[in-house]
């Protein structure tokens, strides 16, 4: 049927409209309210005050006279064109005049949450390269471009209801899963301060049943060694690599089933081998990739290579070396050009560890039953919004 989505309720048979956007939509300047409330553009969230998200700018009435008023069921399209651009208003507040307000041209012909989700679907943000201007993240959009768009929408408003509905309902249960990550993450937080004894002591505040006594405190050179295995001669066919803080496994093979000769200085390791790596350490995003492999093959020579003694577990030295704030420990040396790590850098790290290595697979065993629930449910929450990414793209028409 024409101008129909792939996807519909079934209990509607009746064709979808086509009108240009400036048939629908009106632009609005409403000014002079500086008494209400300024609201800021997030397109995760809609139209949002800007004191609720941590926005503390100093303005005067005078300022404001000139912004915008945003009412409930407004459109408001602000500068980010690569992300949709279009924030829904559900709340009455005042917005930049660099903004434009759009409304319904007739509110009672259509549900402006339906719009919303429209305006977040990926054919609706792929369409904005049409009518947009300018380069990279600054690209605006052309209000005037935008209303010659033809849009497809149901033409009785109780369809475009059930559509909000719908995804409202979705919106709802990612929101909920979202809330359990967070207390799943917040529990780690917390048991890592709690499991694990404060700078100075030697007893942790939580600790299992059946273990008692002290803590010792020694160097990180007492609890693991520098590894390195020379690569001479030898071709491995698995090209290991740390990936969010997880070694994954790369393969690389030649035409003869070898690694290529390039590859002669990278180092061979074995399971339970500790690497860590320091990055981007000449802006603002310094960040600390530290894994541990579970199975041989080869790793490049600009990763620190750790190998446990003997009463050491290593997933628990793993599990340590996250705890610790290492990039904080090396900046304290004064040396922020650096970008590279070395053992004798961190040799002298202090390190609390129970004696008893059963305590230590204790810990590991918890923390990586926390870590399978907090993997699950990442997992759930992703498939749910490639869920609610699918039907965005087949309960609305592409043009």
């Not at 295995?229 to 790369?250: D, F, M």
């Not at 399971?271 to 995003?285: A, G, K, P, S, W």
């Not at 446990?308 to 040396?333: A, E, R």
Request: hydrophobic share 35%; with cysteine.
């Amino acid at each position: 049927m024409l101008n129909n989505p792939d996807s519909r309720f079934k209990e509607y048979d009746v064709n979808w409209s086509m009108l240009p956007a400036s048939d629908i939509f009106m632009v609005e300047t409403d000014k002079g309210h500086p008494e209400l409330p300024v609201l800021s553009a997030s397109q995760e969230f809609g139209m949002v005050k800007r004191d609720n998200i941590g926005i503390n700018m100093q303005y005067s009435k005078q300022n404001v006279a000139s912004y915008k008023r945003v009412q409930p069921g407004r459109f408001v399209i602000h500068l980010r064109s690569f992300q949709g651009g279009f924030a829904h208003s559900a709340i009455e507040g005042i917005t930049s005049p660099a903004y434009t307000v759009l409304s319904l041209k007739e509110p009672q012909k259509h549900d402006d949450y339906f719009w919303k989700y429209l305006f977040t679907s990926p054919e609706f943000i792929k369409r904005l390269e049409l009518v947009t201007y300018g380069i990279r993240d600054g690209r605006s959009i052309s209000v005037e471009d935008f209303f010659e768009l033809p849009f497809c929408y149901p033409s009785t408003p109780e369809e475009q209801q059930e559509i909000a509905q719908f995804f409202s309902r979705l919106d709802t249960l990612i929101a909920a899963e979202d809330k359990k990550l967070a207390k799943l993450k917040n529990m780690k937080a917390a048991s890592l301060e709690k499991m694990f004894p404060k700078q100075g002591e030697t007893v942790p505040q939580v600790r299992f049943k059946g273990f008692s006594g002290e803590w010792s405190i020694g160097k990180l050179s007492d609890m693991a060694g520098y590894y390195r295995h020379s690569n001479e001669n030898v071709h491995h066919q698995n090209l290991l690599s740390l990936s969010y803080g997880k070694i994954v496994r790369k393969n690389i093979k030649s035409k003869k089933g070898l690694l290529p000769a390039s590859f002669d200085t990278y180092q061979v390791i074995k399971e339970n081998i500790i690497v860590l790596r320091f990055t981007d350490l000449q802006n603002d995003h310094k960040s600390l990739r530290v894994g541990i492999s579970k199975e041989e093959g080869i790793i490049s020579p600009a990763y620190v290579c750790l190998e446990c003694k003997d009463n050491i577990v290593p997933d628990y030295l793993y599990l340590l070396l996250h705890f610790y704030d290492l990039c904080k420990v090396f900046y304290s040396m004064g040396d922020g050009m650096r970008q590279t790590l070395s053992y004798s850098d961190i040799k002298d790290l202090a390190i609390q560890i129970p004696n008893d290595p059963k305590e230590q697979e204790k810990i590991v065993s918890f923390f990586s039953r926390l870590d399978i629930l907090i993997s699950a449910q990442e997992l759930k929450i992703c498939k749910l919004r490639s869920l609610k990414k699918s039907f965005l793209e087949k309960m609305f028409v592409s043009q």
